[in-house]
């Protein structure tokens, strides 16, 4: 197991918005969670990668606890985010944004290294290297946004709605994307809208309500699971059919 949430609360500072919750990720998997608007998964990312402290609970990652560090500590332990709103600094080159993503690093020839090991994963950030960020397409700023989360080699790439804004097309691409880094060693966990892509590309799924983890198994079960499809994930299966 690398990531186990245990029983974790956690808020804004007006009340629990994580009441309880349970979840663990598998290393080398990917790991897809679902729910409603306002069911708290984003916020189940910020709290792994310390942006909110869990009042209550434990994170454990890669065997030892992480509850309580900072941001910058989990993410030195192997553990990086791509937030759900568009994350790039626009009037940066997209270089620059990537080259961010090692801030910490003081070794020069470990960035270079790193840097021409996402380029060969993402030959944008090459080709339009000196482009600002701001002038790229929707696709292929996500792309440079996932280019920048591996520049310090993580072991764990949360990615928080990936396909929101991308068309179809472009959503698909994003996927084979995300299977790839995975293929490439990465574990994945993942927040998806679109249920049957998520966890399509899933190898487990994990179905949250309310601040709560309502089912977790593999992928397949749960997309296969007619009373989940209907009671949590409205029509959205039958939505993304059609698309
Ligand atoms: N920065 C914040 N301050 C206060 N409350 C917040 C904040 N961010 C989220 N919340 C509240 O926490 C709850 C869970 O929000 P969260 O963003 O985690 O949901 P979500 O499952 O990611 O939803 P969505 O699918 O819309 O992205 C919501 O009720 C939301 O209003
Ligand atoms: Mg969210």
């Not at 792994?48 to 994170?59: E, M």
């Not at 941001?71 to 080259?99: D, K, M, Y």
């Amino acid at each position: 197991m690398l990531l186990q949430l245990d029983s974790v609360y956690a808020g804004y500072g007006g009340g629990d918005v994580l009441r309880g919750v349970a979840l663990t990720v598998e290393q080398g998997s990917i790991t897809c969670i679902v729910g409603p608007n306002g069911a708290g998964k984003s916020t189940v990312m910020a709290t792994i990668s310390g942006l909110l402290k869990p009042r209550q609970g434990d994170i454990i990652f890669d065997g030892r606890s992480i509850r309580g560090l900072r941001p910058q500590q989990i993410l030195a332990r192997g553990l990086a985010l791509v937030p759900q709103a568009h994350s790039l600094f626009p009037a940066l080159t997209v270089r620059e944004n990537v080259e961010l993503g090692a801030y910490m690093l003081n070794d020069i020839a470990l960035v270079r290294r790193r840097l021409a090991e996402v380029e060969a994963l993402f030959p944008i950030v090459r080709e339009r290297a000196t482009e600002k960020a701001g002038s790229l397409s929707g696709g292929q700023q996500r792309q440079v946004e996932f280019a920048r989360s591996l520049m310090l080699d993580p072991t764990l790439v949360m990615l928080d709605e990936p396909s929101m804004s991308l068309d179809p097309k472009t959503a698909k691409e994003m996927f084979k994307t995300v299977k790839t880094m995975n293929e490439a060693g990465r574990t994945i966990l993942l927040v998806e809208q679109n249920v049957r892509s998520g966890l399509g590309v899933a190898t487990h799924g994990v179905v949250m309500e309310s601040g709560k983890v309502r089912l977790i198994g593999p992928a397949q079960d749960i997309l296969s699971n007619p009373e989940i499809s209907a009671l949590y994930l409205g029509g959205s299966l039958e939505d993304t059919h059609a698309s």
